[in-house]
């Protein structure tokens, strides 16, 4: 089935479309979220939350970009709205465990697995994801989108509604915060 029979098809509310659009781009909404979350579970539930999102907004789908287009700028969205409800609740939690009973600080293991990160390289994947979380929004997406999902600064561009000079930028900054937290945390 091609992209446009697919469109057609969850347009007209056909739950065999559906099935192929999620079985064709499972794969890349999860792997696009971890890149974010860093975390398996919460990964599995934004792809859900994605995958809800296009059932439910597919009639307002143009068809102006590719559809995988599409998917990663919602996907890159309901990462980061999730990273910041999660650093939302996180501060709540901080605060209320130091007026509250259990006066215990809540702290984010480091437990991270990406499919594209050799075994051996683990530790070191998550040293630097978590610096990367500490990036700024538009930087982290413009570095995962092309660091990790291996999108050209034209398709990035395409997802985040730059310019690819814009997106350029972006990734010049990302790098050289990143080389900067790196060098003063000694991580190589």
């Known amino acids: 089935m091609t992209e446009s029979n697919i469109i057609q098809q969850l347009q007209e509310g056909n739950p065999t479309a559906f099935k192929e659009l999620v079985a064709t781009y ?23 939350d994605v995958f809800i999102q296009v059932y439910k907004s597919i009639g307002q789908f143009k068809g102006e970009s590719k559809l995988s287009t599409w998917l990663y ?5 309901k990462s ?16 209320s465990s130091l007026f ?3 006066n215990e600080l809540i702290h984010d293991p480091v437990d991270f697995y990406h499919p594209g990160v050799a075994y051996d390289k683990k530790e070191q994947a998550a040293a630097v994801f978590q610096i990367v979380k500490k990036l700024p929004d538009n930087q982290k997406t413009a ?7 291996e999108l050209s600064y034209q398709e990035i561009a395409q997802i985040m509604q730059l310019s690819v000079s814009a997106v350029e930028s972006l990734l010049f900054r990302a790098r050289q915060n990143l080389k900067k937290t790196l060098n003063k945390n000694n991580i190589r």
């Open 26 to 48: 499972q794969d890349l909404v999860y792997n696009t979220a971890l890149g974010f979350v860093q975390n398996e579970a919460d990964a599995e539930d934004i792809s859900q």
């Open 100 to 102: 509250g009973e259990n």
């Open 80 to 95: 980061l709205d999730f990273l910041r409800n999660k650093k939302r609740k996180k501060r709540f939690a901080l605060i």
């Open 143 to 149: 570095f995962i989108l092309h660091h990790t999902e």
């Open 73 to 77: 700028r919602i996907t890159s969205t």
